[in-house]
Nanobody, 121 residues
Framework: VQLQASGGGLVQPGGSLRLSCTVS????????IGWFRQAPGKERERVSC????????DYEDSVRGRFTISRDRTGRTVYLQMDDLKPEDTAVYYC???????????????WGQGTLVTVSS
């Protein structure tokens, strides 16, 4: 299994970006796909997660209402629509597969390469 993340870039505060994460290979053991981010000097944090079985979604508090996670019909591409971006959203964003269904630390298996999001005027 491999993940390919894309869609990052430079955007002004209040702007929008859409990240994509495409899965290649077998999806048999993928119970969820999550988006994570790591800002300079900070620990990696979970941003959002979507379960494979029922499409259940969850969000980190600071992005709820601004970010939307979704997937395509095949489930092989997961999107993160980011609206009303703030400077504090600046980070490298990663997607990862999960075998718990909840994007739980310790159950994350395959990571994408990361895509940089910079929010600045």
């Amino acid at each position: 299994v491999q993940l390919q993340a894309s869609g990052g870039g430079l955007v002004q505060p209040g702007g929008s970006l859409r990240l994509s994460c495409t899965v290649s290979g077998s999806t048999t053991n993928i119970y969820a796909i999550g988006w994570f981010r790591q800002a300079p000097g900070k620990e990696r944090e979970r941003v959002s997660c979507i379960a494979s079985s029922d499409g259940r979604k969850d969000y980190e508090d600071s992005v709820r209402g601004r970010f939307t996670i979704s997937r395509d019909r095949t489930g092989r591409t997961v999107y993160l629509q980011m609206d009303d971006l703030k400077p504090e959203d600046t980070a490298v964003y990663y997607c990862a597969t999960d075998r718990s269904g909840f994007c739980t630390p310790g159950y994350l298996e395959v990571w994408g390469q990361g895509t940089l999001v910079t929010v600045s005027s």
